[in-house]
């Protein structure tokens, strides 16, 4: 059975810090790995998606690596500005069912 | 264009009643996920509906839990004789369906509560 274990569980940084949030899954037998923003009382919203012969993806300030042998993806979210506070979610989808499993999620606060 | 809506956006039942959730998907989206999500714990996979396959159903808890879907267009979630554990935020998705290429677009969700 998948888990996907997120660390730390909650990060408080000043603006303009760098953010560096992990996520480890149990199965490398995945399609593809995504990270999510979930903002209080909303849905998710996708960041970022890697393919699983992909080794990292960048859109804008964010950068997401994905190392399947190790079981590891690393979120980087450069100069964090305070509408980055939200929580942040790890989701790998296997190779049948298309169905995610998600991580426990990350809190993030960026403090002005 | 619309994204995914979900109907109700809150509801409280008493425990023991029926109760029905709503997911309307984005239009040509194939695939159609329902998942759960617990205070303080992550989000659970209930179900999966893709085209005309039977769905995947690993993820419901109980036979209190079903869901429908109608074609290729809107599905129903319903729980029979709520129970308090069943309060949580209820979370529908949809992608076009292209197994691990693209993206799974989520609604705002239904809380519900269950006194």
């Known amino acids: 059975k998948q888990e996907v274990t997120q660390i730390p569980a909650a990060l408080s940084v000043p603006e303009g810090e760098n953010l560096v949030l992990n996520c480890s899954f149990t199965d490398s037998a995945i399609y593809n790995l995504q990270w999510f923003r979930q903002d209080p009382g909303k849905g998710l919203t996708s960041l970022l998606l890697i393919q699983s012969s992909q080794r990292e993806q960048t859109s804008g300030r964010l950068n997401a690596s994905l190392d399947k042998s190790s079981g590891r993806s690393t979120l980087y979210i450069a100069a964090s500005q305070p509408g980055d506070s939200a929580t942040y979610l790890c989701a790998v989808e296997r190779a049948a069912g298309n169905k995610l499993t998600f991580g426990g999620g990350t809190r993030v606060l960026v403090k002005p | 264009g619309a994204g995914v809506s979900q109907s109700p956006s809150n509801k409280v039942t008493e425990k023991g009643k029926d109760v029905e959730l709503r997911c309307d998907p984005i239009?040509?989206?194939?695939?159609l996920y329902w998942y759960r999500q617990r205070l303080g714990q992550g989000l659970e996979f209930l179900i999966y509906?893709?085209?005309?396959?039977?769905?995947?159903k690993s993820g419901l808890p109980s036979d209190r839990f079903s869901a429908e879907r109608t074609g290729e267009s809107v599905s129903t979630l319903t729980i029979q004789r709520t129970q308090q554990e069943d309060s949580a935020v209820y979370l529908c998705a949809s992608s076009p369906g292209l197994a691990g290429r693209e993206t799974q677009y989520f609604g705002p969700g239904t809380r519900l509560l269950v006194l």
């Open positions: 239009s040509g989206h194939t695939a």
């Open positions: 509906f893709q085209g005309n396959s039977a769905p995947d």
